[in-house]
Nanobody
C-alpha cells in the first residue's frame, strides 16, 4: 500500500484545515488508519486513528473535540482539524496497518505516507 497525504498549510489560530490521505488500496475498511504528527525536536505522536470494520475512532487528549478522523467508502482518510492552536504546528503523517492494531502507537504502523506541514500562527 502507498499513501499520499495532502492538505497542510499555514493557518491562523482558531482556523481549520482538512488533511487527506489517499491510499493505493480501496479496502481501507480492513486497515487500522491513523494520523500522527511530529514537531521539531519532539517525538512522533498519535493524533487520531480509526479501527477497521465498524471504524471506532480514538483521539489524543490534546485534540479531542477539535480534530476528527473519517474515511470514505473507498481509499481516502481525512483529518478535520478545527480550532487550530500554535501548538498543533507539526508535520502530519498518515499511516495504515492491516488488521486491528492498538491505536495511536506509531511503532505499530507499518506503512507511512509522506508528511504534510501544518503551521498555525498566533
Amino acid at each position: 500500500v502507498q499513501l499520499q497525504a495532502s492538505g497542510g498549510g499555514l493557518v491562523q489560530a482558531g482556523g481549520s484545515l482538512r488533511l487527506s490521505c489517499v491510499a493505493s488500496t480501496s479496502n481501507l475498511g480492513r486497515y487500522t488508519v491513523g494520523w500522527f504528527r511530529q514537531a521539531p525536536g519532539k517525538e512522533r505522536e498519535g493524533v487520531s486513528c480509526m479501527k477497521p470494520g465498524a471504524g471506532r475512532t480514538y483521539s489524543a487528549d490534546s485534540v479531542k473535540g477539535r480534530f476528527s478522523i473519517s474515511r470514505d467508502n473507498g481509499n481516502t482518510v481525512f483529518l478535520q482539524m478545527n480550532d487550530l492552536k500554535p501548538e498543533d504546528t507539526a508535520v502530519y503523517y498518515c499511516a495504515v496497518d492491516y488488521g486491528s492494531r492498538p491505536c495511536l502507537q506509531a511503532r505499530l504502523m507499518g506503512t507511512w505516507g509522506q508528511g504534510t506541514q501544518v503551521t498555525v500562527s498566533s
